[in-house]
């Protein structure tokens, strides 16, 4: 072992010795070097008494960066041309650390290291005493992966985890949908994520959350966490400014932090990773029209007689869509497949009155069954249910919003057969064009089948949906590389229907959007979550926003809703009405554009929402903008997102063409109280960008 209290000169000399020696390849250098894209250059390691640094030397298109790891306390500090980039957490957090017996431990000094096959091993005691934290770093040309565990000592620990101070990255992005102090995801999704609170919880492959263990910064680094664990997750929880990623495990940490030029870079080596979309499962007509769907506009009080009004309604103002979904709750009990006879007495007239309006025909399904219904006895006899963590003998039981379930095992074979003869035969008898999957595919009580984990459970979950029309609404599946792959549609946890959920629906898409779900939509527009039905101003101004996004999901009807919390009917005047058609007419016109954009996200994997900062790295302002967006190369989208009658308006550098007021502005300015009338939704196009003539077409 080499020591860092030996002199640097004879380091030095026995690792140039080691380098100079011919080295054959392991199994797992080769799938490193194949990971990191490009090859790496050489690194170097130099070492003095109170540091190891690690040197990356500028590759062709990577550029290049040095790690620096602190002895006296273990920590590490990764720099760009001479300035911090990323850093972990100062000394009291400790960067490296685990919760044994209830407490939390943390690496301290490191007591030896070695330098091998381009790997960097660090051992480290920590402050348990007799235990010790093994590192090692293996760096490549854009990126270095981090694995450790705990060893020796009495110490057993159950979590393991990583700590950075935030403000050394800048600001930070990714995650998904946030928990947060302040009603994150439903009414709150910071942007940047520091510039609020995430403490997030049950972080996880089963989460119904749409989440990824992937974060990116404005310092143009990354973290990516390789695992199938749940993880607790806080950022900058009370104020503190810190970032931690904890996973519920001893199992060896492995991490991989990315070291780019831009955060388009890093999100594309990310993506190098989980895999690009292979296809996009909406067609062109569900991203040129908005999709109907019944939960905001009746949640569980829906019959017959309410959704064919729904559909006459939306048909006799003028108010088209692909497809009208029958939500949650149209069954006699939930499992059974069956429509409920008193709500339901004509299911076939109904779904022949719905396609004579021209939509398709939509229903809401779940894998849980109710313990009430009929199913459940044979689904539990004859195993196809998921079992208990706690007692394998036993079906997991679930509680959730419609009462309390099992959930279809779809691992088992028998069980997946058995649930999709019924749902198939569901549809043929009834002319259901195609399906709402909801609730996720497994739960944290629930034990995997024999042979799977639970990440297993999001590819088979895409795997079952990407078998039916999911009518432009998607499915919540995340983490496996499966979800990524699968190009589905991806639809927000429900909204509030107040101006905060309209903002976070903002924020939230250009999170999910960037942590490699390029096919989103907001939630439904105007918001949902039981709340008061929203104003005319909130489902306008929510209709003119997703206008200008890949999607648009819609249930309250401009015409007339019911307000959950009164139970009264809410009538909206004429121009709500007409506005609403205006944001529709607009989406209309920009699909051709919008289905471009589908087309270069399946060859590049880029998103087609994004932030400024993809397109304008260099426009330090451009980081903390909440409220704009880029839809492609040539849309700047910045819609009234309050109840205010002016806005600003950040324009990058370029030329730019304001739609709403037939001009052209040079870029790398705020336009200050930018008039915003209810009629009026901003948007810009880059003149000189891919697709601006297209747009134009269809903005002017």
């Known amino acids: 072992m080499r020591r860092p209290s030996r002199s640097p000169r004879v380091l030095l000399a026995a690792l140039a010795l080691a380098l100079a020696l011919p080295v054959g390849l392991t199994a797992q250098d080769q799938a490193q070097a194949a990971q990191a894209t490009p090859a790496a250059p050489a690194p170097r390691l130099t070492s003095s008494p109170a540091e190891l640094t690690l040197t990356v030397p500028r590759g062709r298109t990577a550029p290049g960066y040095r790690l620096t790891v602190s002895t006296a306390q273990l920590a590490l500090t990764t720099s760009r041309s001479g300035a911090t980039v990323l850093a972990t957490a100062p000394a009291g957090t400790g960067a490296l650390r685990f919760r044994a017996d209830g407490t939390w431990q943390h690496a301290t000094r490191v007591t030896d290291w070695t330098w091998r096959h381009g790997t960097l091993t660090l051992t480290a005691a920590t402050t348990a005493p007799g235990t010790s934290v093994q590192a ?11 694995d450790w565990h705990v060893t020796g000592g009495q110490a057993v620990p159950d979590r393991l985890g990583l700590a950075y101070a935030l403000s050394s990255a800048g600001h930070w992005y990714g995650h998904g949908e946030a928990q947060t102090p302040s009603g994150g995801p439903g009414t709150d999704q910071p942007w940047p994520l520091d510039s609020g609170q995430v403490v997030h919880t049950n972080f996880g492959p089963a989460s119904y959350y749409m989440v990824d263990p992937f974060w990116y910064t404005s310092r143009s680094t990354g973290l990516r966490v390789d695992t199938g664990h749940v993880m607790d997750v806080a950022l900058n929880q009370g104020g503190d400014g810190l970032g931690r990623f904890d996973i519920e495990s001893a199992e060896p940490y492995r991490a991989t932090v990315f070291v780019e030029s831009t955060p388009l870079d890093v999100y594309r080596d ?89 939509f398709d025909f939509g229903l809401w399904v779940t894998l849980w069954i109710n313990l009430d219904s009929d199913q459940y006895g044979y689904a539990a006899d004859h195993g196809y249910l998921l079992k208990s963590a706690a007692d394998t003998t036993k079906p997991c039981t679930v509680t959730w919003w419609n009462g309390t379930a099992g959930i279809v095992d779809l691992a088992n074979p028998d069980a997946k057969a ?54 432009g609404v998607g499915i919540r599946v995340h983490w496996d590389t499966t979800a990524h792959r699968a190009g589905f549609v991806t639809r927000q946890e429900d909204k509030g229907t107040g101006w905060d959920s309209l903002r976070a629906s903002v924020s939230q898409n250009l999170a999910i959007s960037t942590i490699g779900y390029p096919f989103v939509t907001t939630d439904m527009i105007g918001g949902s979550l039981g709340q008061p039905a929203p104003t005319k101003q909130v489902l306008v101004r929510w209709a003119q926003s997703a206008s200008l996004m890949p999607l648009m999901y819609a249930s309250t009807s401009p015409v007339e809703t019911n307000d959950p919390t009164t139970g009264q009917k809410v009538v909206y005047d004429r121009e709500t009405t007409d506005l609403y058609r205006a944001a529709l007419a607009r ?23 994004r932030p400024l900062f993809f397109d304008f790295p260099k426009d330090e302002a451009a980081y903390t903008v909440t409220d704009e967006w880029m839809l492609g190369p040539a849309v700047l989208a910045a819609p009234q997102l309050t109840d205010a009658p002016t806005r600003s308006v950040h324009l990058p550098p370029g030329t730019w063409y304001d739609v709403a007021h037939h001009r052209t502005i040079p870029g790398n300015r705020t336009l200050t109280s930018y008039s915003t009338p209810l009629g009026t939704a901003p948007v810009f196009v880059n003149l000189h960008a891919k697709g601006a003539q297209q747009a134009l077409r269809a903005l002017r």
């Open 136 to 146: 090692r770093i293996t760096p490549a040309a854009d990126r270095y992966q981090l």
């Open 270 to 358: 990310y993506i190098g990773i989980v895999g690009k979309p292979a296809k996009s499962d909406a067609t062109y007509r569900q991203y040129a029209e908005p999709v109907w769907n019944s939960w905001a506009q009746f949640y569980t009080h829906v019959d017959q007689a309410k959704l064919l009004d729904y559909a006459q309604d939306l048909h006799d103002n003028g108010i088209g869509g692909h497809t009208l979904q029958l939500d949650d709750k149209w069954e006699s009990n939930y499992g059974n497949m069956t429509f409920d006879p008193k709500a339901y007495p004509d299911p076939a007239a109904m779904s022949k009155k719905i396609h004579g309006l021209g």
């Open 587 to 609: 989406h209309a016109r920009l699909a051709p554009y919008i289905w471009d954009q589908v087309q270069a996200t399946l060859r590049t994997g880029d998103p087609i929402m």
């Open 418 to 471: 058995w649930y999709e003869g019924r749902l198939k035969s569901l549809m043929s008898a009834y002319g259901v064009d195609g399906l709402k999957f909801d609730t996720r595919f497994i739960d944290e009580k629930c034990a995997p089948h024999e042979g799977y984990k639970p990440t297993d459970y999001q590819r088979l979950g895409a795997q079952l949906a990407d078998e039916y029309d999911l009518q």
